[in-house]
């Protein structure tokens, strides 16, 4: 059987003709597609004061998710740990835990964008130092129901995970980051969607990475490492164009608007034929996307796909449309496709 797990990732970005409470309804209605399907996870990102991202709490979306779904993996990606009290973050990962029977798993950074540090007050060496003081206490309350304080106080916790152990990813764009995810156990997803590298570079990584994991010893029996698309399917190649060219303009906008806000020159959108050419974007009918998910995943050997399907101004009817096809026919289709090559 072929390793790979596919997943579903969201920004939650501004929608422009939709309120806020209108885009968190349809993506939930995504979310509840994803766990009725061959789906493994739903990630979420983290982002403050920006178009991109309207999960600013991303504990708090996958709570709401946790009463909507039944099966799929909740994955915050990431909780931005610098930015958060210590003891408040690990109570609310035991709430979602709990709350999600033992689903959430935890994606960890120290965040991206130096512009939302900012936000809170602190620079990028305030950042790493917090994340690096934070991380360790946090994930030591999870595992023993004590919480530690600076000073080394401890403090039972009276919420505890459901689960014993967390499943932890640490997505990132940075290549010399990957062999410290691998030694720390951590899954990951290498570069962030159309600004990812080239092929040839995520299967140098990804060689890396696994080379450095089988060092490790974990409870993780299947390590992933994956990479993260956009991914649009219609009936047919002009539909699909016509439909997402103009969703990607709003989906850049989004994108760069903090950026700009701040006075930070941005290059215009590429051209989504160009990213789809480079294998950075997924847009086609189902027969082309098949085509390019396999290609992908035959090239650089990754094992994990995650896909996002709402972005900008794509209707939800139509990414819900698009994961239909994905689903039922893209995902079969490129199980055998790999297996068939496999075989070869």
């Known amino acids: 059987m072929i390793d790979l797990e596919f997943g579903v990732f969201d920004w939650v970005d501004v929608d422009r003709r939709?309120?806020?409470?209108?885009?968190?309804?349809?993506?939930?209605?995504?979310?509840?597609?994803?766990?009725?399907?061959?789906?493994?996870?739903?990630?979420?990102?983290?982002?403050?004061?920006?178009?991109?991202?309207?999960?600013?709490?991303?504990?708090?979306?996958?709570?709401?998710?946790?009463?909507?779904?039944?099966?799929?993996?909740?994955?915050?990606?990431?909780?931005?740990?610098?930015?958060?009290?210590?003891?408040?973050?690990?109570?609310?990962?035991?709430?979602?835990?709990?709350?999600?029977?033992?689903?959430?798993?935890?994606?960890?950074?120290?965040?991206?964008?130096?512009?939302?540090?900012r936000m809170f007050g602190y620079g990028p060496d305030q950042m790493q130092?917090?994340?690096?003081?934070?991380?360790?206490?946090?994930?030591?309350?999870?595992?023993?129901?004590?919480?530690?304080?600076?000073?080394?106080?401890?403090?039972?916790?009276?919420?505890?995970?459901?689960?014993?152990?967390?499943?932890?990813?640490?997505?990132?764009?940075?290549?010399?980051?990957?062999?410290?995810?691998?030694?720390?156990?951590?899954?990951?997803?290498?570069?962030?969607?159309?600004?990812?590298?080239?092929?040839?570079?995520?299967?140098?990584r990804r060689d890396i990475y696994f080379e450095a994991r089988a060092t490790v010893s974990s409870d993780e029996k299947h390590p992933r490492f994956g990479v993260l698309r956009h991914v649009f399917v219609a009936p047919t190649e002009d539909e699909a164009w016509q439909k997402a060219e103009a969703a990607f303009a709003d989906h850049y906008d989004n994108f760069t608007w903090l950026w700009r806000r701040h006075g930070v020159e941005q290059p215009p959108a590429p051209d989504l034929r160009q990213l789809v050419a480079d294998h950075l974007f997924f847009v086609g009918s189902v027969e082309q996307v098949t085509a390019q998910v396999a290609h992908v995943v035959e090239t650089t050997g990754v094992n994990y796909l995650a896909s996002s399907f709402s972005w900008g101004s794509l209707p939800v009817a139509d990414a819900l449309s698009s994961i239909d096809l994905f689903d039922e026919q893209v995902i079969p289709g490129v199980l055998a496709a790999l297996s068939a090559s496999v075989a070869a």
Do not use: C
Not at 75 to 100: G, W
Not at 142 to 171: D, K, M, N
Not at 194 to 201: A, I, M, Q, T
């Open 18 to 117: 939709r309120s806020i409470a209108e885009t968190y309804d349809d993506r939930i209605a995504v979310a509840r597609r994803a766990d009725r399907g061959r789906f493994e996870r739903y990630h979420v990102a983290e982002h403050h004061g920006a178009t991109l991202g309207l999960a600013a709490s991303p504990g708090l979306f996958a709570a709401a998710l946790a009463r909507e779904t039944e099966r799929i993996r909740l994955a915050p990606m990431t909780f931005i740990v610098p930015l958060y009290d210590p003891l408040r973050l690990t109570e609310e990962i035991a709430m979602v835990d709990q709350l999600s029977h033992g689903r959430l798993e935890l994606g960890i950074g120290k965040g991206s964008s130096p512009i939302e540090a």
């Open 129 to 204: 130092a917090r994340y690096d003081s934070f991380l360790p206490r946090i994930l030591e309350a999870l595992e023993t129901g004590t919480y530690r304080t600076e000073t080394g106080e401890e403090f039972p916790l009276a919420i505890r995970p459901h689960q014993p152990v967390f499943t932890t990813w640490y997505p990132t764009s940075n290549p010399e980051s990957i062999q410290r995810a691998a030694v720390n156990g951590q899954n990951t997803i290498f570069g962030f969607a159309f600004k990812s590298p080239g092929l040839d570079v995520v299967r140098e």
